[in-house]
Each structure stands twice: as structure tokens, then as C-alpha cells.
């Protein structure tokens, strides 16, 4: 499964031309990654001055406009990032509303400690039994062990579950290194559906040990806009096209939103 990112909570117009805010722009943008070979996106969206947002009337036009474009082809991911901004409490009253077909779930921020975890445990069985996919970000080795923690006692819900490795988030030069994963999913218990995502220009290598491993990738401007040349990607579908040309000779082919859908087990959802 390719993922694309293609925004993320900070970056403008200024960082990129083709970085897309808008509907219309995620919109087109979904279609051309999707032509690409990604399966699924991971959206963003942004109040009127372009900051980060978690309004949901924001993530409806959002997802309409993208639905509207690529119909069936893409799963549609929304974020819950709180950026220092919102609440927890703010963070899953969104959910909620929107009701998303799938979310990514910071683990250190929607339960962080012993004290979250009621709270948190409510609304990953609400998630179970509405059919929504949570994919769980995880930083570090800690945040790992953390969560198998959470499953084991049951606070995550789900015999198989779906995880997003970042590398490189809190490096001291903020990129990202392919040997930061080994660890991690050593770390990890079974049952898990891995993906990876990546800084800088180190993102493909990530990409490309992820894909050796058995693991999915996630790409796009959000955390990188380098191709493995240096040169700045023309556009979020160019780091798509990289990763599908280097995987090939894993013998992996990209996922259809199709085949994302029973991988991450949404059809049976």
C-alpha cells in the first residue's frame, strides 16, 4: 500500500507551488497520486489563513471533493494531529462528527498516560464498532512498547491492527534514517499491519527497506518534497512514481484502494 501525504499541518505555499490546501487541490492532487499508484490519502485541512484545522465542516468538503474525484479508487484517511492546538477531547469530538473511512491516532497525545486510558479505550471501540480504521502513529520504540501494552490489555481493540513507524521525528537533525525502523518493529507484537513514513530526502531508502520487510510506505510533501536525485519533486505524484519504480524489484506491486480496503481488513469493518 502507497499512502500520500500530501500537506501536512504546516507547510505553504511558499515551501512548494503545488502543495494543495484546498478541496479542489487535494482533490486533484488524490487523482494524480492515485494515477500513480498510491491507494490511499492522508488529509489535512486548513482554516481560512491557512493554519491547521480540525473543523468539520473543513473535513466534509474535503472529503466530498476527493470522493467526488476519485470515487472508490482511494481510501480516504483523515488526521486528528493537535498540533498544540486542540484537546483530546476536541480530537475525538471531531471523529465523531465526520466519521471518517479511516484516521490516524496519535497514541502520545489521545492517551498519554495511565489517566487517558478510559477515555482513550471508549473511543477505540467506538471506532471498532463503527466500522472507522485507525492507523496508530508511533515515534519512537517507547511509543511501540506502549502500545503493545495498550493491546494487550485490551485498551486497543482488534486481533490485527494498523501502525504508522515515523522515523526520524525527533532526530537531532530531523531526517530520517532506514536503521531507525529495525528496532521498532522488533519492538512490535504480531498482529499488525505496518506502514512507514520518513523526513528529507532519506524517505525512498525508508520506502525501499520498508517494501524488503513486508511493510507499506507512506510519502508525500508533508514530511518530504526531495526526490532521491536532490532535486525538489515537481509535484506529490512524482515521489508516488519513485516509490512504485524502486519496489519493483522486490516484486511488489502497488495496492488498488480495492486491495488496501482488504488489507487493512475495512471490508470487514
Known amino acids: 500500500m502507497i499512502a500520500v501525504a500530501p500537506n501536512g499541518a504546516r507547510k505553504q505555499k511558499d515551501d512548494h507551488p503545488a502543495l494543495p490546501i484546498s478541496p479542489a487541490e487535494l482533490a486533484e492532487t488524490a487523482v494524480q497520486c492515485r494515477d500513480a499508484g498510491a491507494c490511499m490519502i492522508h488529509l489535512h485541512v486548513r482554516d481560512a489563513g491557512g493554519g491547521h484545522s480540525l473543523d468539520v465542516d473543513a473535513y466534509r468538503l474535503a472529503t466530498t471533493a476527493v470522493r467526488d474525484a476519485v470515487g472508490p479508487d482511494m481510501v480516504i484517511q483523515i488526521t486528528t494531529e493537535a498540533v498544540g492546538i486542540y484537546t483530546v477531547d476536541q480530537q475525538i469530538s471531531m471523529v465523531q462528527q465526520v466519521k471518517p473511512e479511516a484516521v490516524s491516532l496519535a497514541i502520545r497525545e489521545l492517551c498519554a498516560g495511565a489517566d487517558d486510558e478510559i477515555k482513550a479505550g471508549q473511543f477505540f471501540s467506538w471506532l471498532n464498532r463503527e466500522k472507522i480504521c485507525p492507523q496508530y502513529i508511533l515515534y519512537s520504540v517507547e511509543d511501540v512498547m506502549r502500545f503493545n501494552s495498550l493491546r494487550q490489555r485490551g485498551v486497543i481493540p482488534g486481533d490485527t491492527v494498523c501502525v504508522l513507524f515515523v522515523l526520524g521525528r525527533y532526530s537531532k537533525t530531523g531526517a530520517s534514517s532506514p536503521q531507525e525502523l529495525l528496532p521498532m518493529l522488533r519492538a512490535a507484537d504480531d498482529g499488525i499491519i505496518w506502514s512507514v513514513c520518513a523526513f528529507g530526502a532519506s524517505e525512498a531508502a525508508c520506502m525501499l527497506l520498508a517494501a524488503e520487510l513486508g511493510g507499506h510506505a507512506r510519502v508525500g510533501f508533508e514530511n518530504n518534497m526531495q526526490l532521491v536525485s536532490g532535486e525538489l519533486a ?27 480496503r482488504a488489507i487493512m481488513q475495512l471490508s470487514n469493518r
Open 234 to 260: 515537481s509535484d506529490n505524484s512524482a515521489l508516488i512514481t519513485q516509490v512504485v519504480d524502486a519496489v519493483e524489484p522486490f516484486q511488489r506491486s502497488s495496492a488498488s484502494g480495492m486491495e488496501a
